[in-house]
Structure formats: structure tokens, C-alpha cells
């Protein structure tokens, strides 16, 4: 549009449109290149050019418009010789962190924290110096119109969902409750665990899912989000919602939130978790890939991002004053056209005491800068940009008389930095201590601090790694002086040592798979079962024998799963592991010979205890029919899955193990549901069987309220409050059974046992749980005979 002057009476206003005009004017002369960048929102800042006269069009320091300028005149990276030579030489790296990003919100709080609460000087983008609260209170005024204050995004919400529905058998409850989630979630991702009733009417689905679809649709996550997916689901109405509710529990920003609330769903229900795909999360390493490689992408997650913190240090002892300067100067190259904040922290004048994290050793700047500028332009935080911080910040510090360097870690094979998500802070007293929140952060957190090696596996970083090789070599043929030739010989080692690694360990995995990774997991699963022992304070000879059997069957395990050059290690383990069990062999007997000869008398009454119906009648005396009869289906299925699991083993049929494992835990899930919700049979079965005693108390601290939990301690309850406890409840009139077979059942209870021993003809096994256990050790008996028979047989060939 073509503006012309004379067109406007008033002087003001013709001096409005020419200053439009020439701003139009200098707005054509971009190239099409930082066009594009200015709309995508992420553009390079730069200081205004020398001489560009900044101010002649009314703009001040913070101008976007010379913010866009390319930035000539600036100096470009060094060469890597060079810089090597430095390094070589006594220059220290330079060190440009960023520290967190934050929303507008936050903005008070971060420049408290680098004032020190106001008691630190604090300098802004004009040079002014602010201390004490008041002073600092107006940076959030001067900034407020740069800030967004968006909310974080609502990425993944934690649901479950009671469905009061008779299950039908014909149909597998994991596919009926994925077949309802997708009903009610559409075609977002989602993972789930399923829990019967007690009652055996109906079930409960727990669970996390994306509450964004593939159409850009985003659940809250909240009680309205609730209501949308209840009325998807057909839950409208108070008779629908009787038979099934769903609900949101909570809900959070990223795949780390979501990585949490998965990890716990598949700890409480011990690996029992599938996708909606049906695939099965069985422990924290599937739950990670499937969070990390599968959902990653579909989050579209989003936090505030007005304000970033950066962190410039150096070493101990380099000149106080002269670095504060070249902060200052690499803040307002690197960030012209923007405000910011930033302080001084040094052991001398900190406030902050040493035990409290202050008074730190090595120097450094904090800066607190606002990532939009008033123009709208928005700082660029990318790899690339990184490197370019790191390169002013060392030709500022050298400019004043500070000798430092741009490093990267791939010239040295450092290890990689670990994030602040990673670790968790243990001691802030001088340099602060941390610990790594997990396995693996822990060892990315002991690698770099130790400064290990480590090779960038990437094809473009090998291609630098490569390149950085030959520079050190050229420095050690070439150097003058015999430290520098030495220190680059060093790194050469470093650099072909890191290599040689990798190479080894890439060689060693395409040839034996995830052989390391069985052997520490069959260590693992070993050092459990030896450990049952200390659990089974008096063994008796029964007890013992399946004990045994259970580590000479973890032993065989890991021995077929050990490296050659642990054999050694191992066989160390398992003389010891072989030593314990022969300890509790011998106090096993030494209390057998104690016990005083038995009269025939009481040697009558021994076997007639030891009788599978007299067990049977006696448990359903002591529990009550109901109790014994859950209590039995359930262990049978336990046992049965525990038997096919040595059989697995001892087959070496992997493929088929990962799928029982998923069973059993899913079995033993249901034992410890019934033993929390007071079934004493199951609870009395705990005191022996320490992985069933594990998941009733896990089971019982993951009720979150739905049932106050019952009583830690085992006890017998009479028939009588038995039949009390499963017909009524509180102080009401007892409610009766509405199937008239259960009631009859109920009323005769040896009636009910002998129609329920007779219930498949030739097969009492099945409902005799007693006489289950009977040939259950025997046939374990025998298996270990047979396994002795072979191995001695070998052993002779």
C-alpha cells in the first residue's frame, strides 16, 4: 500500500507514515531465508549492527528489527587445531548450561533464586543494578506483556473403570475391557490392568491412556472428560452407571508422567498389563518402550516456555571481575533485542551458606532471559545454537585476558550429561552429590562424573570422532612443547580406547543376543530363592525338599546363561548358594532330632492329620466352605503355572516361559486380592509361600480406600463368622444368597464337599487341593531323582 504525506493535515500524522514507511522499507530488504524463519517463530538473535544507528527510527536496544540483521562482522568458530592447541596448552572448556525453561508464573521465583533472595546484586539487559525484593518486583512487571502463561498440556490420564456385569465365560474379560475402552476412548492408546470382584460379579479396569486422539481431540482428564467417556461407554442414567463407572483419577504433562503411573500399574499388578493392542506390559522395560517409542509421538506435548535459565561457569580460581565482564558481553550479543537478568555467584561474596549449596568454589553467571523479545521473536534453542554460545563465551572470556576454549564432547569421547530428571540431589555441601533415579540414570550419572569414555555411535559423529583423531594426531607429531604432545596423546587413547570398545561390544551382542542380560537376571531370580530359606524359619523335611529342588533348579539356570569369563565368579556363588542349603538341611534334621518319639497313638492321629479329606474338613471347620473353596480354585491354577514353569525350564523352552511367568503373576495377583480382602485360608498358605505373602501386602496397600484393610496378622475365624461374613455385613439384617443352591450349600456344608468331591468322576485331584499338594511334591520328588540320575550318568560318561 502506497502512503502519501500530504494527504494528512497534522504534522504527527505524517511522521507516523513515514516512520511506517521506512520500517516497510527495511522489512522488504530480508532474504527469503529469515522470512521463512521470522513466520516459523524460531529466529537467530544478534546484536545491532555497528554504526546501524539504532534509536534514529525510535526503536531501542531491544529492537527485533536489527535482531533479524545476519550477523556479520561476528567472529566464526575457531578451528579445531586451534582450540585442541588451547586446550592442550592449559585452557580450560567453556561452559554455557541450560539450566529449565519456565512460564511466566515462575518468573518471580527464578530471579529470586539467582539474586539470592535479593541479596545479590542482579543486572538487567540496560545495565541497570537491582537488589532487595522491590527492586526486583518490577522485572515482572517490565515483563509481564512477553509472558504467554500457558498451561502445561494434559498429555496422559490415569482412569479406571468398575464394570458390574456377571462375567461370561466364553468370552476372555481382557477382551470384553478393551473392547469397552475403545468404545469409550476412541482410537487413542491406552494400557490396562483388569481385577475380578471378590464377589465374582464383575471386574475393575485400571489404567493410563492419551487424552489426545488422532484428530486433535484432548480430554481433560477431569470430572467433564469422566462424564464424555461414561456417556460413550452407554453409561447415561443412574441405572447405567450402576452397571458400569468410569472415572479419571488424575492426570499429567509428558511421557515421563505417564512412564510413572505405567511403572506402578504393571508393580501392582505384577507384569498383568496389556495394550490396546493386546500385547503385554510385563515389566518397567516395556513400559518404558512402550511410552518412549510408541506414545512419544502422539502427546503432542506442550509446556510453558516465556522464560529460560542459563548458567555460564569456570574454573576455580579464574579471575572473578574479568569473567562478570565477559558474561556481560556474551549475554548481550547473544540476546540482543531481549531482556533479561543475571547475577554473579562466587564463593566469596555469596550469601548462600556452603552447607545449603552456596558459596560454590568455580565462578559463575546466572542469567534469567525471556525467550520472546518485543518484536515477537523468539529465541532459538537448538544443538547448533548451543555450540554458538559456547564459542562467543570463549572469544568474550579471551578478550578479557581468560584463557577457555569451545569443546565438544565428542573430541575427548566424554561420556554424555546427565539431565536434572535424572538425578536426584543428595548433598549440596561444595560440589553438589546426586544420585541417579534410576538404574540407568545412575550409570549415566557415575560416567560422567568420572569422566569415562564414550563414542558417539551416530554415522555423523563417528565421521567427527574421526576428524577430531587426526587433529591430536597432528598436534602430538607436530607440538614444540612435551606436555601439549603428551596431552594429545592422551586423548588419542581416549578417543581409540572408546572405540575399541564399542566395536567389541557391538561384536559380542550380534553374536550372543541378550546373553548378559540373562545371566544377571537368572543372578537375580537365584539370590531370591536361596534367600526363601531364611523365610522358613522350621523346615520341615517336605518343605525342605522343594526348596532344594527350587535352587539346584535356579543354579542350572544360570550356569546354561554364564559367560566364560564368569565361570569362575559363578562357581564361587554357587559353592556358597550350596553351602546354605546344606545349613538348613542340617538344622532341618537337628530339629527332627529333637522332636520326641512319637506313641503309636499319636502316630495314628499324625496320619490321619496327614489324610487329604481330614485336611479338607478340617480347613473347611477352621475357614468356613466359601473361603476354602476360592481359595482352592485359585492355588490350584498357582501351582499349575508353577509346574509348567520348571517344566519350561528344565525343557529350555524360553519362548513358552515369559507367557506362564504372565500367567503366574496374574494367578498370585488373584491370591493376594483374596487374601486382603480377609480370605484367612490364603493368608495362612502365605506364611509359607513368601512371593504369595509379598503380593497380599502389595495388594493391601493398593486398595486406595476401596476396603479398609484388613488385619496383618494371620487368624481363624469359626464356620459360623464365616457364613456371617459372606451373608451379611455390619449391623443390618443379613442379606441371604439369591441362588438357592448356594443357600442350600450353605446350610449342609459336608453335603456341598462330598457333591463337590464327586463333581468329575475319576479326577478328585482337581477338587482336593490337599491331595494336589500330595502329588505335587512327589512328582517334584522324583523330577529332581530323575535330574540327579541323568547328571550322575553324564558325569561317569
Known amino acids: 500500500m502506497e502512503f502519501f504525506p500530504g494527504a494528512f493535515e497534522t504534522d504527527w500524522e505524517r511522521r507516523k507514515t513515514v516512520l511506517l514507511r521506512e520500517q516497510s522499507l527495511l522489512h522488504r530488504r530480508f532474504t527469503d531465508e529469515d522470512e521463512l524463519r521470522r513466520r516459523g517463530g524460531v529466529v537467530p538473535t544478534a546484536s545491532p549492527l555497528p554504526g546501524s544507528g539504532a534509536g534514529r527510527l525510535g526503536f531501542g536496544k531491544r529492537s527485533g528489527i536489527f535482531a533479524r540483521a545476519k550477523r556479520q562482522g561476528h567472529a566464526s568458530e575457531p578451528s579445531m587445531r586451534s582450540r585442541f592447541a588451547g586446550l592442550a596448552s592449559g585452557s580450560q572448556p567453556a561452559v554455557v548450561k541450560m539450566a529449565s525453561f519456565g512460564g511466566g508464573g515462575r518468573l518471580g521465583a527464578m530471579v529470586n533464586y539467582v539474586s539470592r533472595n535479593g541479596g545479590i546484586v542482579v543486572e538487567n539487559e540496560r545495565g541497570e543494578q537491582l537488589k532487595g525484593r522491590d ?10 506483556h512477553l509472558m504467554k502463561n500457558r498451561a502445561e498440556s494434559r498429555d496422559i490420564g490415569a482412569f479406571s473403570l468398575e464394570v458390574k456385569e456377571p462375567a461370561d465365560p466364553a468370552v476372555d474379560v481382557h477382551e470384553r475391557a478393551r473392547v469397552l475402552l475403545k468404545r469409550g476412548f476412541g482410537d487413542r492408546s491406552f494400557a490396562y490392568a483388569v481385577t475380578p470382584h471378590d464377589d465374582g460379579n464383575g471386574y475393575r479396569i485400571e ?46 504433562n509428558g511421557g515421563a508422567y505417564g512412564l510413572s503411573r505405567l511403572r506402578d500399574l504393571v508393580d501392582r499388578h505384577h507384569g498383568a498389563v496389556q495394550d490396546d493392542k493386546g500385547n503385554a506390559i510385563a515389566d518397567a522395560k516395556q513400559a518404558g518402550d512402550l511410552v518412549q517409542l510408541e506414545w512419544r509421538d502422539q502427546l503432542h506435548s506442550r509446556k510453558p ?24 558481553d556474551f549475554l548481550a550479543q547473544e540476546f540482543a533485542g531481549h531482556r533479561y537478568v543475571f547475577s554473579l555467584h562466587d564463593p566469596f561474596q555469596d550469601p548462600k551458606a556452603e552447607d545449603a549449596g552456596g558459596k560454590r568454589p568455580h565462578v559463575h553467571v546466572h542469567a534469567i532471559v525471556a525467550m520472546r523479545s518485543d518484536a515477537g521473536d523468539r529465541i532459538e534453542t537448538t544443538i547448533p545454537a548451543f555450540r554458538r554460545w559456547r564459542v562467543t563465551l570463549a572469544e568474550k572470556a579471551r578478550a578479557r585476558g581468560i584463557r577457555m576454549e569451545m569443546t565438544d564432547r565428542r573430541e575427548r569421547a566424554s561420556a554424555a550429561v546427565y539431565t536434572r530428571n535424572q538425578v536426584r540431589p543428595t548433598s549440596r555441601a561444595g560440589r553438589t552429590q546426586h544420585e541417579g533415579t534410576s538404574p540407568a540414570a545412575q550409570l549415566r550419572y557415575d560416567a560422567k562424573r568420572a569422566d569415562r569414555q564414550s563414542v558417539a555411535r551416530t554415522e555423523e559423529s563417528r ?18 612443547d612435551s606436555d601439549v604432545r603428551q596431552f594429545a596423546s592422551n586423548q588419542i587413547k581416549r578417543l581409540e580406547s572408546a572405540a575399541s570398545r564399542i566395536k567389541s561390544v557391538e561384536t559380542e551382542g550380534s553374536g550372543n543376543g541378550n546373553f548378559y542380560s540373562q545371566f544377571r537376571t537368572s543372578l537375580v531370580k537365584l539370590m531370591k530363592v536361596v534367600s526363601e530359606g531364611e523365610t522358613m ?24 546363561v554364564t559367560p566364560d569369563e564368569q565361570r569362575k565368579s559363578f562357581h564361587e556363588i554357587a559353592t556358597a548358594a550350596r553351602e546354605h542349603v546344606n545349613v538348613r538341611r542340617e538344622l532341618m534334621e537337628l530339629r527332627e532330632r529333637s522332636v520326641p518319639p512319637e506313641r503309636d497313638g499319636e502316630r495314628a492321629a499324625r496320619e490321619q492329620d496327614d489324610d487329604p479329606r481330614t485336611r479338607w474338613d478340617d480347613a473347611v471347620g477352621r475357614h468356613g466352605l466359601r473361603a476354602v473353596e476360592t481359595a482352592n480354585q485359585v492355588m490350584v491354577e498357582v501351582e499349575r503355572y508353577r509346574d509348567e514353569i520348571e517344566k519350561a ?59 479398609k484393610p484388613k488385619a496383618t496378622e494371620m487368624r481363624s475365624v469359626d464356620t459360623r463368622a464365616e457364613m456371617n461374613e459372606d451373608i451379611g455385613h455390619g449391623d443390618g439384617p443379613a442379606r441371604r444368597p439369591a441362588d438357592p443352591e448356594q443357600e442350600r450349600d450353605l446350610a449342609d456344608p459336608d453335603r456341598a464337599r462330598q457333591e463337590h468331591l464327586t463333581t468329575r468322576a475319576g479326577d478328585t485331584t482337581r477338587t482336593d487341593p490337599a491331595q494336589q499338594h500330595i502329588q505335587r511334591l512327589e512328582q517334584i520328588q522324583r523330577e529332581a531323582d530323575e535330574k540327579r540320575e541323568q547328571d550322575r550318568d553324564e558325569r561317569e560318561r
Do not use: C, P
Request: no cysteine; net charge negative.
Open 207 to 252: 489404567g493410563v491412556t492419551i487424552l489426545r486422539d488422532s484428530e486433535g481431540e484432548r480430554l481433560t482428564g477431569d470430572k467433564k472428560a469422566s462424564e464424555i467417556v461414561q456417556g460413550r461407554l452407554g453409561g447415561e442414567g443412574a441405572e447405567q452407571e450402576e452397571k458400569m463407572a468410569f472415572r479419571f483419577s488424575g492426570y499429567g
Open 649 to 707: 525350564e528344565f525343557g529350555k523352552l524360553d519362548s513358552q516361559k515369559a507367557t506362564l511367568e504372565a500367567g503366574l503373576q496374574r494367578e498370585i495377583a488373584k491370591a493376594a486380592e483374596l487374601g486382603a480382602a480377609g480370605n484367612t485360608l490364603i493368608r495362612e498358605i502365605a506364611q509359607v509361600d513368601e512371593e504369595l505373602r509379598l503380593a497380599i501386602e502389595r495388594a493391601e496397600h493398593s486398595r486406595d480406600g476401596r476396603n
Open 463 to 480: 565421521i567427527y570422532s574421526n576428524s577430531a583423531r587426526q587433529e591430536w594426531l597432528t598436534l602430538a607429531r607436530k607440538a614444540q
Open 537 to 560: 524359619r522350621h523346615m520341615t523335611r517336605q518343605e525342605f525338599e522343594v526348596y532344594e529342588k527350587r535352587v539346584e533348579t535356579a543354579l542350572l539356570q544360570a550356569e546354561r
Open 305 to 328: 516456555r516465556d522464560v529460560m535459565h542459563v548458567i555460564m561457569s569456570a574454573r576455580a580460581g579464574t579471575d572473578v571481575q574479568a569473567f562478570h565482564a565477559a558474561a556481560r
Open 135 to 144: 527492586e526486583l518486583a518490577t522485572v515482572r512487571a517490565e515483563w509481564d
